[in-house]
């Protein structure tokens, strides 16, 4: 990358007489499969918003959890005021004054404010806690942080997302902080209190406390950030760089910018496509998206391009029966799908490898082949009765076919690499004969090597007949990989296309640009919970 | 995954075969994972062949005569066809708390004056309807209801056992029917095994052939393993744990069948504390109480360990409180070893 893009810190003789509060050196993180950190640096000064930038899969979740102890770093070092610490435990952590909240908050619904505010820290003697005690101070936190009508008395669970936001930073200045990482904290927020949101920070930050704030939207860096840095693939792509004064362009650059260029496999010629196989009308979820319509024919890698949160899980998790729409329908070959039925979609012919494959797709006691089989098995057995030899030969099949490595069927599929699952997932359908592919975050986790050898298995199914609906968070996958795009904002399709029309920077401007505000839910609720998956944030 | 593979070329990162230093050597394979119910298993047996041992070396006489194994295999097979079918809720990732209270009350039901007039086969389908219906109504809960299957079987639990106490009105109902009686004496035994002991083995056997051998058992462990895995590969779940509980209802009308072989009566105080022994053989034999694995053969094996100490106890003449002792140490013991073996 051009080093005009990595400035030396800034030479403030502030920092120079204080000393950065956080310095991060060379750290390294690596999770079965995938090497999340790989050199990161980070320096933090007191009382600044440092702005922590990059794409889904950059490293940045890790990074705040190897911050808040709950990670701990293969290499590198972390210099807390001078000292070198190792954070072994967010109790750690946390004395050392290094509060974290969440994306997904962390907070026990069924508890109050007050006892969420000082769990694991109770103002107690001998076990007894001081309620009034512990009421009183939370009352007095959330006044501070502009929220006095908050009840301390009040459980979580009833509060807004909002309004939980304002409990679990009460948490966090509960305690003795000196720096407060925040995980895209207006993602659930509406804009007004988002407004007081920053606020707070801009009171925090004046008493000299340091913020982490992480997040998509360019707009709010460009209000509260001091300093940014970017990551990108896991390493530091540029640190300190000035919030107010960079041009936009360069840190759309350091964050797409990549050592690794991801080899996408060529589009075959669009010739007359068939009649398509998924027709979707009109589908809609209260408060996650409004309604979409999409056809996907065979052959066609149809892309779902936009940020968490913008509706893109749920769509396809919709489609696939998986989550009950509010409106509309999903045809496939021109007959409706029972609605809210996985089995009815699976029967249909369609087959989702979701985001999260340990916990939504493996069986991770298993062995790779009897994962495979899993939703083909009435094909090998006869009434009721397994055929163990032509299942495991099936499997076996499969997996060849997609050159799942190693090529032992009867491995526990806990002991592959993230690509490999993903092709024991995919292997899963095929050997189904399903004709309607939903790819969620189909790399996520796959080694950055790994992932070209995917891509090409994408593109060779889709040759072969299969429609392809796939989903990523990253630009560059959905561009070089999709044959058209719906690219999507806050639960609207803010742009349909073909791929090669598009760009990174033109899609990444659509996703973060404000457009018109959020879908709206029913009257006067929140968002409602469904038992159907949530949709992650970025983690590794 | 090991530093040097991070940024590997694609086409390296495709061929290249995973070396002892890759992330997946770390655990030895598909070997270990596949054979570690077996090596579980095994230590089982040692533990019976001690325990075997102990009898020999205390009672001689009294440990290995005829006598004493057919009474040891008896008492084994009630309570050893109720932890078959605890065994598969329990590996689909649920509870049944039950078992112990269906049986009473089939017992119970399949005892009274009005059954008895419809002879043996009368008997045996009304315990095993009993079984069957209390059984769906667990499963309709847990599946439909919506109701987490601790709470669903406790309630059944609390309602059978209180049914079978009205039916009976408290009283021992005594079975004529001499069919009944009959497959209890020792005539009926083949080749010196008593037919209550045979009706244990087949069901033990098929068991064993339903969970390793069909769908029904391979989708029970994908339920049990992972739900949310299992329901977006297609599989219906809610369908699967109805036919669980249904499956624990059946075992129960069986076993109580065999009860009233056994004792020649009804009873609502039969089966107590069986959901507990079930339970807890089941856990010594390797089950997973969080589902997703177990064996057959270790719940069988776990409930003949916990019958030859009841016996090796009563041969000794030691007090049933040390017995209880010795039964809650097994229990740590082999949850322990089992946790120092997955982590």
């Not at chain 1, 998509?216 to 693939?233: Q, Y």
């Not at chain 1, 950055?448 to 889709?462: N, Q």
């Not at chain 2, 997946?24 to 041992?53: E, F, M, Q, T």
Request: glycine fraction near 12%.
């Amino acid at each position: 990358m051009a080093p005009a893009h990595r400035p030396a810190p800034p030479p403030s003789a502030a920092h120079e007489a204080t000393g950065p509060l956080l310095t991060m050196t060379g750290i390294t993180k690596s999770f079965p499969g995938v090497r999340a950190l790989d050199g990161v640096d980070l320096d933090v000064t007191a009382g600044e918003v440092h702005c922590l930038l990059g794409q889904n899969g950059a490293g940045k979740s890790t990074l705040i959890k190897v911050l808040a102890g709950a990670h701990q770093p293969d290499g590198g070092e972390i210099r807390w005021r001078g000292e070198t610490v190792s954070l072994k435990s967010p109790i750690a952590a946390m004395r050392l004054g290094i509060a974290t909240i969440y994306q997904e908050l962390d907070l026990v619904e069924h508890m109050s404010v007050a006892e969420n505010v000082f769990l694991g820290h109770e103002r107690a003697t001998a076990g007894f806690v001081h309620t009034a005690e512990a009421r009183e101070a939370t009352a007095a936190l959330l006044a501070r942080l502009g929220h006095p009508e908050i009840d301390p008395g009040t459980l979580v669970g009833r509060l807004s997302a909002a309004g939980q936001q304002i409990a679990s930073m009460a948490r966090a200045l509960s305690h003795d902080v000196r720096l407060i990482v925040m995980d895209e904290p207006s993602a659930a927020l509406d804009p007004d209190e988002v407004d007081n949101l920053f606020r707070i920070v801009a009171s925090l930050t004046a008493s000299g406390v340091a913020v982490v704030h992480i997040s998509h939207r360019l707009e709010e860096i460009r209000r509260i950030g001091d300093r940014v840095t970017v990551l990108k693939d896991g390493r530091t792509a540029a640190r300190g760089l000035d919030a107010h004064t960079t041009p936009t362009r360069d840190i759309v650059a350091l964050m797409t910018g990549r050592d690794v260029e991801y080899v996408f496999p060529e589009r075959r010629a669009a010739t007359d496509r068939p009649a398509p196989v998924l027709s979707v009308e009109g589908l809609a979820r209260d408060g996650e998206f409004a309604p979409v319509d999409f056809d996907l024919h065979p052959g066609e890698i149809l892309g779902l391009a936009g940020l968490v949160g913008s509706g893109r899980s749920e769509i396809l998790e919709t489609v696939f029966g998986a989550r009950r729409p509010t409106a509309g329908r999903v045809l496939v070959d021109g007959r409706p799908l029972r609605p809210g039925s996985v089995t009815a979609a699976v029967r249909a012919g369609l087959g989702l490898a979701p985001e999260e494959r340990k916990s939504q797709a493996l069986l991770l006691l298993e062995s790779v082949s009897r994962n495979v089989s899993l939703s083909s098995l009435p094909r090998f057995a006869r009434a009721g009765w397994l055929n163990r030899h032509a299942e495991r030969a099936g499997a076996h099949a499969a997996t060849r076919d997609l050159s799942l490595r190693p090529d032992d069927p009867d491995r526990p599929v806990r002991t592959l690499s993230g690509g490999n699952q993903q092709k024991a997932v995919l292997a899963r359908w095929l050997l189904r004969g399903c004709r309607v592919l939903l790819l969620d975050e189909p790399t996520r986790g796959v080694d950055v090597g790994a992932r070209a050898e995917l891509y090409a298995l994408i593109r060779r199914l889709a040759d072969d007949g299969l429609a392809v609906l796939l989903v990523s968070s990253e630009v560059p996958e959905v561009l070089g990989l999709a044959d058209r795009v719906l690219v999507l904002r806050e639960g609207r399709v803010v742009h349909e296309g073909d791929a090669a029309a598009l760009d990174e920077h033109r899609v990444l401007g659509l996703v973060m640009s404000d457009g018109p505000g959020p879908v709206p839910a029913p009257a006067g609720t929140a968002p409602e919970e469904t038992s159907a998956p949530t949709p992650r944030g970025d983690r590794p | 995954m090991n530093t040097s593979e991070g940024h590997t070329l694609p086409a390296e990162a495709g061929s290249a075969p995973p070396g002892p230093a890759g992330p997946v050597a770390k655990d030895a394979g598909r070997a270990g994972a596949r054979r570690r119910p077996d090596v579980h298993n095994l230590s089982l047996l040692g533990v019976l062949a001690a325990l075997v041992l102990v009898g020999v070396l205390t009672k001689p006489e009294q440990f290995l005569s005829v006598q004493n194994l057919q009474l040891v295999l008896t008492q084994a097979s009630v309570i050893g066809i109720v932890t078959v079918g605890v065994t598969f809720v329990i590996i689909g990732g649920g509870i049944d708390l039950s078992v112990g209270a269906m049986v009473a009350l089939a017992t119970v039901w399949a005892t009274t004056l009005a059954t008895q007039q419809f002879g043996l086969g009368g008997i045996l389908l009304c315990a095993l309807c009993v079984g069957l219906g209390c059984g769906l109504v667990n499963g309709l809960l847990v599946s439909f209801g919506g109701l987490v299957p601790f709470i669903a079987t406790l309630a059944m639990l609390a309602s059978a056992r209180g049914l079978a106490l009205q039916i009976s009105e408290g009283r021992t109902q005594v079975v004529s029917v001499e069919p009944v009686l009959a497959l209890g004496r020792r005539d009926a035994y083949l080749l010196g095994i008593p037919p209550i002991v045979l009706v244990f083995a087949v069901v033990t056997v098929v068991g064993w052939l339903v969970l390793n051998r069909t769908t029904f058992g391979r989708r029970t462990v994908a339920v049990g393993g992972n739900p949310e895995a299992a329901r977006l590969a297609g599989i219906d779940v809610r369908r699967q744990r109805l036919l669980l509980y249904l499956l624990s209802g059946l075992c129960c009308g069986i076993a109580a069948f065999l009860l009233i072989v056994l004792t020649g009566s009804g009873q609502n105080t039969n089966g107590n504390l069986y959901e507990l022994d079930a339970i807890a053989a089941a856990i010594i034999g390797g089950t997973l109480l969080s589902g997703g694995r177990g064996t057959i053969t270790g719940s069988v094996l776990g409930v003949l360990v916990f019958t030859l100490i009841t016996n090796l106890f009563a041969l000794n003449n030691l007090e049933t409180a040390v017995q209880q002792i010795a039964k809650g140490a097994i229990i740590v013991a082999a949850v322990l070893v089992q946790k120092g073996r997955t982590s």
